[in-house]
């Protein structure tokens, strides 16, 4: 079944590679360019999965899950960091946010598709963070 897979990236390269990856596998790609486009777009279309980009213009991915995890609207849909930062300290305030995992870019196109498997799996809970 298609799921909407939401992809939080302000490089445009990075978010094109990724939606191209994602409509490959059989799913449907919505992009956002950052924190504003995200909550809007997660309220709107009530994606599947969130990629979401630690290092956003206008708000982190971590002020921006935090966010979508305070709106019982959006509080339920799995986000995974997909980033260049790598940071134990970044990790941990993934975590603390509710950031179901922490993948750091570049992700090979085997790990991004397990993932998306994992994470809109019907046997998964929603809500459910696995570390």
Do not use: C
Request: charged share 25%; no cysteine.
């Amino acid at each position: 079944m298609k799921k909407k897979i939401l992809i939080v990236e302000d490089n445009n390269d990075s978010s094109e590679i990724l939606g191209l990856f994602v409509t490959k596998i059989g799913h449907h790609p919505i992009k956002a360019r950052n924190s504003n486009e995200a909550i809007t777009l997660a309220e709107a279309e009530e994606p599947d999965l969130i990629f979401m980009d630690m290092d956003l213009p206008d708000a982190d991915g971590t002020k921006t899950t935090a966010m979508l995890r305070k709106n019982p609207k959006t509080s339920h849909i799995p986000v995974v960091a997909l980033t260049a930062w790598m940071s134990a300290l970044w990790e941990e305030k993934a975590s603390k946010v509710g950031i179901a995992t922490y993948l750091i870019k570049p992700v090979s196109p085997q790990m991004l598709k397990e993932t998306i498997e994992e994470y809109t799996n019907r046997s998964f809970t929603r809500g459910e963070v696995r570390l």
